[in-house]
């Protein structure tokens, strides 16, 4: 399969990407970027957006990135730092960049923005398997 195709594959099998309302923006070997508006039945006890939308919204364009290079990648270590509060109606971007790859192991470094304003900063160490997309 064409590496610039997987992370749409993904995308289309991945239903809690599709329940965010993740769009992908730009993809390309090593690098991805992804979008989505945060929505009512997003937000916290607080009125904030969950913390978990920005993660999910980060780890969604770091899988889309890591696998883009052709081989099946599963994370196994990420982290996140929440920056700025999050509302109703901001519409966030995540763009995914491979900062390094080995054999085994890639790391990424994911920025989620609310237009050009960082609001989380995302790290992830992925495993690369033998297994090609099909």
């Known amino acids: 399969m064409q590496a610039e195709k997987i992370p749409y594959k993904m995308l289309s099998l991945d239903p809690f990407s599709q329940w965010l309302g993740i769009e992908i923006l730009e993809c390309e070997v090593g690098r991805c970027k992804l979008g989505l508006a945060i929505r009512k039945d997003m937000l916290n006890s607080m009125g ?17 990135a890591a696998n883009s290079h ?18 109703e109606g901001d ?24 237009g050009d304003e960082l609001v989380a900063l995302f790290k992830g ?3 690369r398997t033998s297994k090609d997309w099909q």
Not at 50 to 58: C, V
């Open 48 to 64: 904030k957006a969950h913390g978990g939308i920005s993660y999910s919204l980060a780890d969604t364009a770091f899988g889309f």
């Open 70 to 87: 052709g081989k099946y990648a599963v994370s196994i270590e990420t982290s996140i730092n929440h920056i700025e509060a999050l509302n």
């Open 91 to 114: 519409y966030l971007i995540a763009e995914s960049v491979i900062e390094k790859v080995n054999n085994k192991l890639g790391f990424n470094i994911i920025e989620v923005k609310r």
């Open 125 to 127: 160490v992925v495993y």
